[in-house]
């Protein structure tokens, strides 16, 4: 087999693959699509994110689960009218339940790793714009379970604790298109460095 005609079936094989999604919300659908099977984000509670330019919504279900987890709130991203991030917030006492439940629908995740204390700490206080006491070092975990699944055009992470939660009692799961999140990222980088350059030249 030659190896033009292995590029090209890759390439039908990486179209013919649709992106993951939760219930009835699809990455990649248009907004207008998501809010007519999810009533808790109207219009009028879209926020906007200038730096990112995207636009989203978050919300606390009462009755929504995952794996049998109760999610404790849920948050969706939009770029260019588009579905590219949902990600739910259970608690960690149910993070072995989810991660089961994606083994069993997705397989076995594509990449798996362990973040020690250090890092943890790190990520709080960089999250929480301030230094952590002594006292809140010591609740910190030992370590962490981060786990992906990927289908080449989308994305699933699994923290075990949520990096905005200063308590280390909550763990999130994220949907992400890789195409847009990849978008949303460079717009954030492009914004940080044009205020550097603003701040340089006022100089």
Known sequence: MNRVLIVVMMTVAAFAQEPYHFERD??????????????????????????????FCQDRPSTLTFGRAK???????FLHGHLYLVTMTFSHADFNAVSLALSEKFGQPSKARSSG??????IAEVMGSKEMTQEQRKNVPLNAQTKEWANGIS???????????????????????????????????????????????GM
């Open 117 to 122: 204390q250090a890092a943890l700490i790190t």
């Open 71 to 77: 999610v404790l709130e849920k948050r969706v991203g």
């Open 26 to 55: 699809v990455l990649g659908e248009s907004l207008a699509s998501y809010q007519q099977n999810n009533s808790e984000c109207p219009t009028a509670k879209l926020k906007t994110d200038a730096n990112r330019k995207i636009q």
């Open 155 to 201: 994305t699933i992470s699994l923290s075990e604790y949520d990096a905005t939660d200063p308590t280390f009692n909550t763990s999130t799961v994220s949907f992400t298109l890789d195409e847009l999140l990849k978008e949303v990222r460079d717009n954030a980088t492009k914004s940080v460095n044009q205020s550097r350059d603003k701040a340089k030249s």
